[in-house]
């Protein structure tokens, strides 16, 4: 698994869910970060799903997703 640092927007790559919200799901799409699949509340946790990456805040360390 990459490092946050190494991830660009437009990168599409395989996570697994971590935690569900009730605006999403959150997924692991690095070892030392999760990115927010906003909207999407199909996946079960444990599950894996293969994402786009939207957009990188990397002050914060967040990630916007879209299912890929």
């Keep these: 698994m990459s490092?946050?640092?190494?991830?660009?927007a437009g990168d599409v790559l395989v996570g697994q869910?971590?935690?569900?919200v009730?605006?999403?799901?959150?997924v692991s799409i690095?070892?030392?970060?999760?990115g927010l699949l906003?909207?999407?509340?199909?996946p079960q946790v444990g599950s894996s799903v293969t994402v786009r990456i939207l957009e990188?805040?990397?002050d914060r360390k967040r990630a916007s997703?879209?299912?890929a």
């Design 22 to 26: 009730p605006f999403g799901a959150f």
């Design 17 to 20: 869910v971590v935690q569900l």
């Design 3 to 8: 490092r946050f640092e190494e991830l660009n």
């Design 30 to 34: 690095a070892e030392d970060a999760h």
């Design 38 to 42: 906003h909207g999407e509340t199909g």
């Design 65 to 67: 997703l879209t299912l």
């Design 56 to 58: 990188i805040d990397r």
